[in-house]
């Protein structure tokens, strides 16, 4: 299904674009996606952009022992996929799957560098969407050196609830159904470590299960303890 140009202005980013930007980008198709799929393979050539509409996605490298790294999260309106010209087209360095059920943006690799080419406010908006992926993959490292699961629960926590948090008489809750084995693959720890670290944050009061939704009572006691 090719997406209608009104539907674009859902998408924050590309809200001060031109009706002729639009218009390059109404040829994208818009996917449903169920949670689980793959929308990129990694290691395959990557030959399209992909903005997520709903939902959520994560980008994850498989270790030799099979065991699944997170690297990225993307929510509404994050990119991922070939990011032309900074990409080199070659092999998607990592593979894009479903956190939940999801709606994304496909736009082919062509259309996508023609709009950067001709628009140079795209450029600007890709750069900060660049920018903030940096600064998302710094937090993951440093959420990874912590020493104890505990802690990069937390901090897993935290990252979840700032992108996909949204309040309630309880507190945040986190839009998303997250698995223990999802956790632990953010956390970088085992599903029983994770399992145990939930079990102890919410003894503390620092998390609560509402609605089979994790909900955050106060981000600053979960920063601060």
């Known amino acids: 299904m090719t997406i209608d140009i009104e539907s674009l202005r859902g998408v924050s980013w590309l809200a001060e674009l031109d009706e002729p930007a639009r218009f390059e980008l109404s040829g994208a198709v818009e996917e449903n996606v169920a949670r689980g799929a793959v929308i990129v393979r990694a290691n395959e050539p990557s030959r399209a952009v992909f903005i997520v509409r709903e939902g959520g996605v994560k980008e994850v490298q498989t270790t030799p022992e099979g065991k699944e790294v997170i690297l990225a999260l993307h929510g509404p309106g994050d990119l991922f996929g070939d990011l032309a010209p900074w990409h080199d087209g070659g092999a998607a360095p990592a593979a894009a799957i479903a956190l939940i059920q999801s709606k994304v943006l496909s736009v082919p690799r062509e259309s996508w560098e023609r709009v950067l080419d001709a628009h140079p406010e795209m450029q600007r908006a890709?750069?900060?969407?660049?920018?903030?992926?940096?600064?998302?993959?710094w937090r993951l490292v440093r959420m990874l050196s912590r020493y104890t699961t505990e802690a990069r629960l937390k901090s897993a926590l935290l990252l979840l609830a700032e992108r996909w948090g949204q309040p309630r008489e309880e507190?945040?809750?986190?839009?998303?159904?997250?698995?223990?084995?999802?956790?632990?693959?953010?956390?970088?720890?085992?599903?029983?470590?994770?399992?145990?670290?939930?079990?102890?944050?919410?003894?503390k009061g620092l998390v609560q299960v509402v609605r089979r939704r994790l909900v955050v009572p106060s981000l600053d006691r979960l920063v601060a303890e």
């Open 126 to 137: 890709l750069r900060g969407q660049l920018a903030r992926r940096i600064t998302d993959a």
């Open 171 to 203: 507190g945040i809750e986190i839009a998303l159904d997250l698995t223990h084995r999802t956790l632990a693959d953010l956390a970088g720890a085992s599903r029983e470590k994770v399992t145990r670290a939930l079990g102890i944050l919410q003894q």
